[in-house]
């Protein structure tokens, strides 16, 4: 069955690794799932006194996306060891208001990338934490830690680590049969 997953990228600059490395997901995903970024760059920041009235019409756009996804997928970068602001806000403002948040009870994953060795380690796991809170299951294996991501793209945004290149397809297809069991 056709599933829709919502993309999550936890950086805004257009060269972004990580939005190429969720690019290259969507091509390396089986056919019947479709990956779309969600884009999270415009949310204002979260303030839950603009909830009561009037929302901005950015977050209702974003949770109205969200809303309409069978999952979610996170692609991100650590920024200082930790999960990048603009991540963080779009996460805050999808799982309010509160009881009512569209960020919720969906299969999700994640992927952390970074050109350094760690792959982004602390930011995936301060990730799973808030996911827990959000009550959105979280496939545990295989874990994605994309490390040395800084020579993995050529200029097409190709993978040209074949090595690297295996195991996201292999990432991906066990992903997919992760939304698969959880929606049954
Ligand atoms: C970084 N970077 C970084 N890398 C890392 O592995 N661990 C870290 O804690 C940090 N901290 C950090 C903080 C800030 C504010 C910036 C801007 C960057 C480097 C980071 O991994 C690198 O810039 C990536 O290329 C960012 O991801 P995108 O934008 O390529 O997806």
């Known amino acids: 069955q056709?599933?829709?997953?919502?993309?999550?990228?936890?950086?805004?600059r257009k060269a972004s690794l990580s939005r190429k490395t969720a690019l290259a997901l969507a091509k390396l995903a089986p056919a019947h799932l479709t990956l779309d970024i969600v884009e999270i760059g415009d949310l204002p920041l979260y303030n839950e006194d603009r909830d009561k009235d009037a929302p901005p019409a950015q977050w209702t756009r974003f949770r109205d996306q969200v809303r309409t996804a069978d999952a979610f997928l996170f692609v991100t970068p650590e920024y200082n060891r930790s999960v990048p602001g603009a991540l963080k806000n779009a996460i805050d403002v999808g799982s309010r208001p509160?009881?009512?948040?569209?960020?919720?009870k969906k299969p999700g994953g994640v992927v952390s990338v970074s050109p350094g060795a760690l792959g982004g380690f602390g930011a995936h796991h301060h990730l799973r934490q808030s996911l827990v809170f959000l009550d959105i299951p979280v496939m545990q294996q295989p874990e994605a830690y994309v490390s040395g991501a800084g020579d993995l793209f050529d200029e097409t945004g190709e993978i040209q680590k074949e090595g690297t290149r295996d195991f996201l397809r292999?990432?991906?297809?066990?992903y997919a049969d992760w939304v698969e069991k959880l929606a049954a």
């Open 170 to 174: 292999t990432f991906i297809h066990a």
């Open 2 to 12: 056709d599933r829709k997953v919502a993309v999550f990228v936890g950086s805004l």
């Open 98 to 104: 509160y009881g009512k948040g569209a960020l919720t």
